[in-house]
Each structure stands twice: as structure tokens, then as C-alpha cells.
């Protein structure tokens, strides 16, 4: 029985809590891509998405302390071991739930986005609050003698955030690539509900009584284990933690923004990214536990370690954007920052460039911040914990503040402080935070010779926000050109260029989030993808335009006469900004198609998710067609799907046709599954569908390019490209059985490289 309680029962309980921590990161992945085709991915939707779900965690964690308090083992770990049951059979209905049920039969409700929230938290309220209750119970269950406390709840928090590591990366590039979304969460529920089984049978082998605790062998804790100072009430340390959290979420936020845009994110990034981010900090709770152990004035270290990763995060970015370019290693991402693609990430075996950019650059960015984030929680619980019937209490409470921190760091520092400021004011911000808690360590430790470290703390914090560049300077950099004439734009929604193509002078990339988009002046697939539809279409008087780029696309699908409304809907919300900031420094006379544009009447440009405001509007329009956009971008599935081609065939006005680029055998095939009559244009990989018959007759087409109205607004040059490729039009047919299967709202195949046959 002795081997059972100090050696197997505690693997099965560390083993339980990995699964435990990789299953939560599944359905977090899994379930935010769900309900953002509920309301869209604007980054308000997100946001509100995002604080749901971290709103039910702190719910249940506080839930969680107090209904642990006073537990003995057996009991806190059998109600571990329901809440793991429960959270695998919530997670069994969820696909159910969040899109069979809420999103296909009761869409229309997420139309109001202050309802969408409420009904999203809602939703989420069971199983988030059940997670939230899980680290509480299971600490009351091991948490058994107070000199360890600290050690051992490190440890096993420290597990639980290398298992969400893990579940991160294996969503990304395993469960969803190969199993779907539906795929994945079942595969997460099997592991709850596996933890849940193994951690109840064996809690029957655990003291019943509280009573029956085993008590603190006081001579040998007393050798190893030095008395702490008592500098600060709990509720002090509930208000630490809480700032914590905010600054722990806001540096997330940053974090995640900054790489975006410097590994030119796939569909791919997000887990990868946020899998190193968790691994660091599971890495330094475990670490932080052992630590914390010799640790007399942990309060002091605790703020030491608050101002150390604040000043730590602000340095990687102010040195990001100041080391000079020709720097050996460094030169290499200048290089790749200021290319127009991204790298293939899942497509390549390259390993020297998945290293550079999907380890060594976060590492730098994030590694040391975030192993002193761990080391703050094994400091925190070697402050708090003295009385083992309470230990689920003091976590619960602790974690159920940093959360609330963390919803207040997303919904500030993600809505707010980034549209107001810009990313390196968000950081200078954070800095100004890090002076207050080195604020409190020379309040708290005036009378001692601990002192000194504060003032110092104080120095290197101002020295950091002095260090920090302009925003629009940092953010160059990071498109690989620090010349002026590089337009930058950031709110919320993201980060926007205008750059000049250093080889080719009078021609400007638009770029969002790092990746080229498209050109200025207007020609190319775009024109092309703009222009076919509307020459097909008798009459198109109403189009939507889902992206906006360097509106090329919009521009082009408004040439015909006949055209007397053009509803574009951009995600990216500065990119409008930049075209007119473009057009007031270049002279309208330079780009007159663009100028044109920006000045008719016919266009409302929408800063909002295409997706979502055509399928919850009102509108039937004439001709429905989305900017070209790379398959392998993340959220790219939502508008290469069956379920998105069928939802825009049922917002057609009658005779009403789609045009998409489709550069891929399952995009098309996904538009033929939906729609009867498919042309194509393969030399530029356009396709025009409708459910009505298409009659192929490119001479009537060409006439309507070459009308004296409809040329002059092209121009000779882009009404001769449009002529010729339409010429090519053709009608589509599936490729080879192989080569076509689909991509599904649930199943994104080509936004993750899925390989052909799964």
C-alpha cells in the first residue's frame, strides 16, 4: 500500500493531469473555430469568444475552491474524476451543440453580437466552469503536507500546462489535419473520460477522512524548509495575482500579433506558437515548485519575477526592431520579412527555417518571460499554502483572480489599448504596470537590505520604455523595410502595409499580417477575378465583395453600368485608411483606378467577417465573390467550404452567380457539389458557378468589356487582360476520384494540408 500512495498513484495522477491539460487545448482550438462561424472572426467576435471562455474558467475556479475546502484526498479526487466525466461527455455533444443545433438551426440569433456573446458564454458556461473546477479539487487531493505544498502543486500545474502544450500542437498538426474538428474533440473526450475513470478508481485507495491526513513530519520539514515571511494577507496576493494575469494575457496578445506578422502565419501558427508559449510555462511552474521551497521572502521573489519578465518581454522587442539588418543570423529574417509569401510551413520539410522561425524567434521573444510566469506560481503557493484542508481553497481563489486578470488584459490590452496606442504603447503600458509592483518590493521591504533591488528594477524598467521604437518603426522592421515611404496601419483587427517593391520602383505591396496581398496599380488574378463575373451576369446591379486588399478585386467587379451597389466586407479594418493615406501622399493622378474607387458612391466598405454579415443579412445579391486568398491561411476554411458555397447560393438573387479563385482540386470540387452550372478559367484558376444555367459564350462577354463606358473605366490595358483570359472559359469538371475530396466547415483540408485520402 505504501509503494500504491507515494509511487503509482502519484504517476497516474500526473499522467491523468497531462491528459487532462491536452484535452482542455483541444476544445479550446476545436470550439473557437466552431463558434467564430457563429459570429464571424472579426476580432470582436473573438474577443467576446475568448472572455467567455476564460470567464466560465475563473468561475469554476473559484466555484472550485470553495466547494473543495476541508476535502479529504478520496473525496477531492473523486469529484476530480466526475468533472473529468463530465467535461468528456459535454464534449461528446459539443460539435452537436455549437453547430448542428445552435449555428445550422439557429444562425439567425448571432446576429446581434451583444446576444452572440451572451449566447456563446452561456454554452460555454458548463464545460469552461468544470475545467476552471478541475486544478482546485485536484490540488485538494494532493496537496498533503504544507512543506511541500508549494513543490507539489507546481509540479502538477506545471504537467497540466505542458499537456495543453501538447494539445496544442497535436490539434494543429495531427487531430484537426487528419480527423476533422468533430475528430478532435471526440479524441479529447476520450481522454477526459479515461482520466476520469482511472483517477476514480484510484482515489478508492486514498484516506477517507480529512483527519487522516498525513501530518508534516516537523523535524525534517523544518531542516529543509525555512519559515516565510509573512508580508502580505491572502486578499493581498488574490489583487497580485489578478494584475498578473493581466499582464500575463496582455504579453500573450502581443506576443501572438508580433509573430503573426513575422513567420507570415499559416493555418499552422496559432498551435505551434501557443504550444511553446504553455511548454514555457509549465516548464517554469515545475521548476517554480521545487524552487519555492527554499524561498523565505517570497513575496520579494515574486515581484522580482513580475518585473524581470515584463522587462525581459519589453527588451526582445525593442532589440527586434533596432538590430541593425546586415547582423549575422538576424539578416536572414530581414530577408524573409520582406518577401511577398509565406513559408510553406506543413508543406515543407525545410527544418534549418520551421527552427528560425517556429523555435528560435519565439524562444527569444518569449522564452524567459514565460518560465518566470511558471516560477510565479510555485512562488505564489509556497506563500499562501499553510493548512492542507484549505489548499483547493487559496488555488481556486488564486486562479479564479488571474483569470479575471487575464479577461480584463484580453478585452483592454486586444479591443483597446492596440487601436489606440499600437503594439509598442501597449508594452510601454505593461512597463508602467512592472514600476508598480517594484513600487510595492521598495514599500514592502524598506527596513531590510532587500532594498536595493527594487530601485534598481525601477531603472532598467524606464531604460526599457525609453529602448522601446515607434510603432510605425517597429512594424516595419518587421516587414523588412524601415524606408518612410512604408505605410503602417494597426487597431484590434490587425496590422496593414504599403510598401514599395524595392525591384520594381512606381509599384506598392499591400500587405496584412506580414503576407503580400496584392499590388497597386491594379492588374493580374485580381482584376481578373473582379472583372469575369460581372462580364458574365446580364445585369449585375447588387455584388459583394468578401476581402478588400488593395481593392483591386471590389474595383474591377464594379466596371458595368448596370452595377448600382457594392457591398465589400474587409476583416482587416486599416487597410482602408492606408489606400487613402497612399493616395493623399502619391497624388490621386498616380493611381486614378484607385482614387476611383476610394471616391464612388457605389461602395461601402464594411470593416467586418464577410462570412458572417452575408449569412446573417438580409441582402440577395447579384454576383457573390471573395478576394483571393491563400488556402493554407488560417480561417481559410471558412471560405473554402461546401457549407460557405451553400450558404452563398441561398443569398443569390435569381440568375445570381459565385466566383471564387479556386487553386486547388477540392476548392473546386467543394463549388461543384453545390452548384450544377460551373465555368472555369483555368489559366488564372477562376471559377464562376450558379444554380441556373451558364451559357458559354465568351464573344457576348468580350462585347460587354469593350463598351465605350465599360472600356474607358477599365482602361485599354486591363480591358485587354480581361478579354484574353476570358476567352479561355470552359466548363468545369471534377478532377480525377483521387484528387477530390472536399473541404467542410469541420473538416478544413486544404487550410491544413491535409494529405490526399483522409
Not at 252 to 263: K, N, P, S, T, Y
Request: net charge neutral.
Amino acid at each position: 500500500m505504501n509503494t500504491f500512495k507515494t509511487i503509482i498513484a502519484p504517476i497516474v495522477i500526473a499522467i491523468g493531469f497531462i491528459v487532462s491539460g491536452a484535452s482542455a487545448l483541444v476544445y479550446q482550438v476545436s470550439w473557437q473555430r466552431i463558434l467564430a462561424l457563429q459570429s464571424g472572426v472579426g476580432i470582436y467576435s473573438v474577443a467576446m469568444i475568448v472572455g467567455a471562455f476564460m470567464a466560465g474558467l475563473g468561475i469554476g475556479s473559484y466555484l472550485g475552491g470553495l466547494t473543495s475546502r476541508g476535502m479529504s484526498p478520496r473525496q477531492a479526487l473523486h469529484t476530480f474524476a466526475l468533472i473529468e466525466i463530465g467535461i468528456g461527455g459535454f464534449a461528446l455533444a459539443s460539435s452537436w451543440l455549437f453547430y448542428d443545433l445552435l449555428y445550422t438551426q439557429y444562425g439567425w440569433l448571432f446576429a446581434n453580437p451583444w446576444r452572440a456573446g451572451l449566447i456563446q458564454f452561456l454554452s460555454l458556461l458548463i464545460p469552461t466552469t468544470l475545467m476552471g473546477m478541475s486544478l482546485p479539487f485536484l490540488a485538494q487531493g494532493v496537496a498533503r503536507h504544507v512543506s511541500s505544498a508549494a513543490r507539489t502543486l507546481g509540479f502538477y500545474y506545471g504537467l497540466n500546462a505542458i499537456g495543453a502544450a501538447l494539445g496544442a500542437f497535436i490539434t494543429t498538426w495531427f487531430l484537426i489535419r487528419f480527423f476533422g474538428i468533430s475528430g478532435a474533440i471526440s479524441l479529447g473526450a476520450a481522454g477526459n473520460l479515461c482520466v476520469g475513470a482511472a483517477i476514480f478508481v484510484l482515489a478508492r485507495f486514498l484516506p477517507v477522512n480529512v483527519n487522516s491526513l498525513e501530518p508534516d513530519k516537523s523535524s525534517s520539514a523544518s531542516t529543509t524548509t525555512p519559515s516565510v515571511d509573512t508580508n502580505l494577507p491572502f486578499t493581498g496576493w488574490v489583487a497580485l495575482y489578478s494584475v498578473s494575469g493581466f499582464c500575463a494575457l496582455s504579453l500573450e496578445i502581443i506576443w501572438f500579433r508580433v509573430l503573426d506578422v513575422a513567420v507570415k502565419s499559416t493555418a499552422f501558427t496559432f498551435g505551434t506558437v501557443l504550444s511553446i508559449f504553455l511548454l514555457g510555462l509549465g516548464v517554469g511552474s515545475a521548476i517554480g515548485g521545487v524552487w519555492a521551497q527554499r524561498l523565505r521572502h517570497p513575496l520579494r521573489a515574486f515581484l522580482i519575477c513580475q518585473c524581470l519578465l515584463l522587462i525581459l518581454s519589453g527588451l526582445s522587442l525593442g532589440l527586434l526592431s533596432v538590430i541593425p539588418i546586415d547582423t549575422t543570423y538576424f539578416s536572414g529574417f530581414v530577408d524573409y520579412w520582406s518577401q511577398y509569401t509565406e513559408f510553406p510551413l506543413g508543406r515543407s520539410d525545410d527544418t534549418s527555417w520551421i527552427y528560425k522561425l517556429y523555435v528560435a524567434l519565439p524562444l527569444a521573444l518569449y522564452g524567459l518571460p514565460t518560465l518566470l510566469m511558471g516560477l510565479s506560481f510555485g512562488i505564489l503557493q509556497r506563500a499562501v499554502q499553510n493548512d492542507s484542508s484549505t489548499a483547493g481553497f487559496k488555488v481556486g481563489a488564486l486562479q479564479g483572480a488571474n483569470i479575471f486578470g487575464n479577461v480584463l488584459g484580453s478585452l483592454l490590452t486586444g479591443l483597446v489599448l492596440l487601436s489606440w496606442i499600437g503594439t509598442t504603447g501597449s508594452v510601454r503600458i505593461l512597463l508602467l504596470i512592472g514600476v508598480g509592483f517594484a513600487l510595492v518590493g521598495v514599500w514592502k521591504f524598506s527596513q531590510n537590505g532587500t532594498r536595493g533591488i527594487f530601485p534598481t528594477l525601477i531603472v532598467m524598467l524606464i531604460g526599457v520604455w525609453a529602448l522601446l521604437p515607434e510603432n510605425e518603426s517597429f512594424w516595419r522592421q518587421l516587414h523588412g523595410n524601415k524606408d518612410a515611404t512604408t505605410l503602417i496601419g494597426e487597431d484590434a483587427t490587425g496590422v496593414s502595409a504599403i510598401s514599395p517593391e524595392i525591384d520594381s520602383p512606381g509599384i506598392f505591396r499591400v500587405s496584412v499580417n506580414g503576407k503580400g496581398h496584392s499590388h497597386i496599380p491594379f492588374g493580374g488574378v485580381h482584376t481578373v477575378l473582379g472583372a469575369v463575373p460581372a462580364a458574365i451576369h446580364p445585369s449585375p446591379t447588387r455584388v459583394a465583395i468578401i476581402g478588400l486588399g488593395s481593392g483591386d478585386t471590389a474595383w474591377a467587379a464594379g466596371f458595368r453600368s448596370a452595377t448600382k451597389q457594392v457591398d465589400v466586407f474587409e476583416l482587416v479594418a486599416p487597410e482602408l485608411n492606408l489606400l487613402k493615406r497612399l493616395i493623399d501622399r502619391e497624388g490621386a493622378e498616380t493611381f486614378p483606378k484607385l482614387n476611383g474607387l476610394l471616391n464612388d458612391k457605389r461602395y461601402s466598405i464594411r470593416p467586418t467577417d464577410g462570412r458572417a454579415a452575408i449569412a446573417l443579412g438580409d441582402q440577395s445579391y447579384d454576383i457573390i465573390e471573395a478576394d483571393a486568398l491563400r488556402p493554407t491561411s488560417a480561417y481559410s476554411g471558412n471560405l473554402y467550404s461546401v457549407e460557405f458555397f451553400r450558404m452563398c447560393s441561398e443569398h443569390l438573387a435569381p440568375g445570381g452567380m459565385v466566383a471564387f479563385w479556386a487553386p486547388t482540386a477540392r476548392i473546386k470540387s467543394s463549388i461543384l457539389e453545390v452548384f450544377e452550372h460551373v465555368l472555369e478559367i483555368p489559366t488564372v484558376n477562376v471559377i464562376v458557378a450558379s444554380l441556373e444555367p451558364i451559357t458559354l459564350v465568351p464573344a457576348e462577354w468580350q462585347k460587354r468589356l469593350n463598351t465605350a463606358e465599360e472600356f474607358n473605366y477599365l482602361g485599354f490595358e486591363l480591358a485587354t487582360l480581361v478579354t484574353n483570359e476570358i476567352a479561355y472559359a470552359q466548363v468545369a469538371v471534377f478532377e480525377p476520384e483521387s484528387t477530390t475530396q472536399t473541404n467542410h466547415d469541420l473538416f478544413p483540408r486544404d487550410e491544413f494540408s491535409t494529405p490526399i485520402g483522409y
